[in-house]
């Protein structure tokens, strides 16, 4: 019998070493293009080193059911600029937008630097649960959460519009074209 979904901030080098192994998993080359469009996927790739930098700094979300994480969200701000390309790419094209005619270079915000819940764990409402932890961890130090969404990566997309992110613009970057999106927690 499964035993129930919980949500957590991660504590523990193990929990990091699980999130590392469900992204290895899930990469976008690592899966067949129907688990893509079925589950999602993921395109960046962190080493065991940054997962536990961003850890020391903003711990990630995780899913758990019982001692196995079966999803994970990836917490970062602007104080990881330097040790990640696509992550760098990325706070460079948010920093350069405005929001409410405001410029998000001046913003409070954190990114999601990724999310993914194990495709042997999907449509079990997971992903609204790491974003609902997320906010309730964070939307106290940030006004905004920012994240980006392969453009080949629909049902991600629907997720986050479904949490509450709106598109606020799209960009190429990394031979692929993307959404950037925006959940506004001021605002809620």
């Known amino acids: 019998m499964n035993q129930p979904i919980t949500f957590?901030?991660?504590?523990?080098?193990?929990?990091?070493?699980?999130?590392?192994?469900i992204q290895k998993r899930h990469q976008k080359e690592s899966i067949t293009p129907e688990l893509r469009e079925t589950t999602g996927f993921v395109t960046a790739e962190y080493e065991i080193s940054l997962l536990e930098k961003m850890h020391r700094l903003l711990p990630?979300?995780?899913?758990?059911?019982?001692?196995?994480?079966?999803g994970y969200a990836l917490v970062?701000?602007?104080?990881?600029?330097?040790?990640?390309?696509?992550?760098?790419?990325?706070?460079?094209?948010i920093n350069k937008l405005n929001f409410d005619n405001h410029p998000l270079k001046n913003a409070n915000?954190?990114?999601?630097?990724?999310l993914c819940v194990d495709s042997d764990y999907g449509r079990r409402g997971i992903a609204q649960g790491l974003y609902k932890k997320y906010q309730e961890s964070y939307s106290?130090?940030?006004?905004?959460?920012i994240t980006d969404v392969d453009c080949n990566n629909p049902r991600s997309l629907r997720t986050h519009l479904k949490t509450g992110f709106q598109t606020i613009h799209k960009i190429e970057y990394g031979n692929a074209e993307w959404d950037i999106v925006l959940w506004d927690w001021k605002t809620e």
């Open 8 to 21: 957590h901030l991660t504590k523990s080098l193990d929990e990091i070493r699980q999130i590392k192994d």
């Open 60 to 70: 990630s979300i995780i899913a758990k059911e019982g001692d196995k994480v079966v």
């Open 76 to 93: 970062t701000d602007p104080r990881i600029i330097g040790c990640h390309d696509l992550l760098d790419d990325l706070f460079d094209q």
């Open 109 to 114: 915000y954190t990114v999601v630097g990724q």
């Open 140 to 145: 106290g130090s940030f006004d905004y959460c």
